[in-house]
């Protein structure tokens, strides 16, 4: 009796705690996701930030991840290549290191790739909905926050900016990010007009496959498991 009782107080807090507003810039991780078009399954993708490989969940056709940002963190980065499409430069190591760490990484000349720069800025109020506002004697003090997304091209020897979320995905297949709140980063959409769903599959299993070769060079992450209106969220972070 003790022992469920207990439970459910444990449940109750983790479902408060996860429903209670924290801006975007105090969030203690941001989920990601990558979107298919509907009935289109994914044999999923390597996520990788930090020097960290990020657990993935597929299901049906999304690809979901979560990154844990630094303290105040507003601007980040997402690149979309395939798995061959990068090269890692590595610091020297000393005579007491037995761990290779990344000084770098870049694109390889000629390899396609999508590069996007997020930004979470305070979200712009309309002279309408200001009149509104005020003729309604409304005080509004909650700070609403946005994205600001850019598309990028690489620059100073194709050097892939630090702290970027790197996705092992061909870029042909990706239309764009879709902002859905602040509380989650940009969607990753999946064009709908694939004409052939097994050449998709078959660059997925591809980068899969590749990214092997990375995973030793990457830390793995530990994983914790929160309870989200009876969903699995899977929260990878460093440490």
Same mark, same amino acid.
């Given at each position: 009796?003790?022992?469920?009782?207990?439970?459910?107080?444990? /449940?109750?807090?983790?479902?408060?705690?996860?429903?209670?507003?924290?801006?975007?810039?105090?969030?203690?991780?941001?989920?990601?996701?990558?979107?298919?078009? !509907?009935? /289109?399954?994914?044999?999923?993708?390597? !996520?990788?930030?930090?020097?960290?490989?990020?657990? /993935?969940?597929?299901?049906?056709?999304?690809?979901?991840?979560?990154?844990?940002?630094?303290?105040?963190?507003?601007?980040? *980065?997402?690149?979309?290549?395939?798995?061959?499409?990068?090269?890692?430069?590595?610091?020297?190591?000393?005579?007491?290191?037995?761990?290779?760490?990344?000084?770098?990484?870049?694109?390889?000349?000629?390899?396609?790739?999508?590069?996007?720069?997020?930004?979470?800025?305070?979200?712009?109020?309309?002279?309408?909905?200001?009149?509104?506002?005020?003729?309604?004697?409304?005080?509004?003090?909650?700070?609403?926050? =946005?994205?600001?997304?850019?598309?990028?091209?690489?620059?100073?020897?194709?050097?892939?900016?630090?702290?970027?979320? !790197?996705?092992? *995905?061909?870029?042909?297949? !990706?239309?764009?990010?879709?902002?859905?709140?602040?509380?989650?980063?940009?969607?990753?959409?999946?064009?709908?007009?694939?004409?052939?769903?097994?050449?998709?599959?078959?660059?997925?299993?591809?980068?899969?496959?590749?990214?092997? =070769?990375?995973?030793?060079?990457?830390?793995?992450?530990?994983?914790?498991?929160?309870?989200?209106?009876?969903?699995?969220?899977?929260? =990878?972070?460093?440490?």
């Amino acid at each position: 009796m003790t022992t469920n009782l207990c439970f459910s107080l444990l /449940v109750s807090i983790i479902l408060t705690s996860l429903t209670t507003f924290t801006s975007p810039n105090k969030l203690p991780v941001m989920e990601g996701t990558i979107r298919l078009p !509907v009935g /289109v399954s994914t044999h999923g993708a390597n !996520v990788y930030h930090g020097g960290t490989k990020i657990r /993935v969940i597929t299901e049906d056709n999304q690809i979901a991840f979560s990154i844990k940002p630094n303290r105040g963190q507003k601007v980040f *980065y997402i690149l979309i290549a395939q798995a061959d499409a990068l090269s890692y430069s590595f610091k020297h190591k000393d005579k007491y290191s037995t761990t290779q760490t990344i000084q770098y990484r870049s694109v390889l000349n000629g390899k396609a790739y999508k590069l996007f720069r997020m930004r979470i800025i305070p979200k712009e109020t309309s002279i309408k909905e200001t009149l509104i506002a005020l003729d309604a004697q409304i005080k509004n003090t909650k700070e609403e926050y =946005d994205w600001y997304i850019e598309e990028l091209r690489l620059r100073e020897y194709d050097i892939i900016p630090d702290n970027t979320i !790197v996705i092992h *995905y061909n870029p042909i297949y !990706v239309q764009g990010l879709k902002n859905e709140g602040p509380h989650k980063l940009p969607v990753i959409i999946i064009k709908n007009n694939i004409e052939d769903i097994d050449a998709l599959y078959e660059q997925e299993i591809i980068n899969l496959l590749a990214s092997l =070769d990375t995973d030793t060079i990457h830390a793995p992450t530990k994983r914790k498991i929160n309870i989200n209106n009876a969903c699995k969220q899977v929260i =990878d972070f460093i440490g």
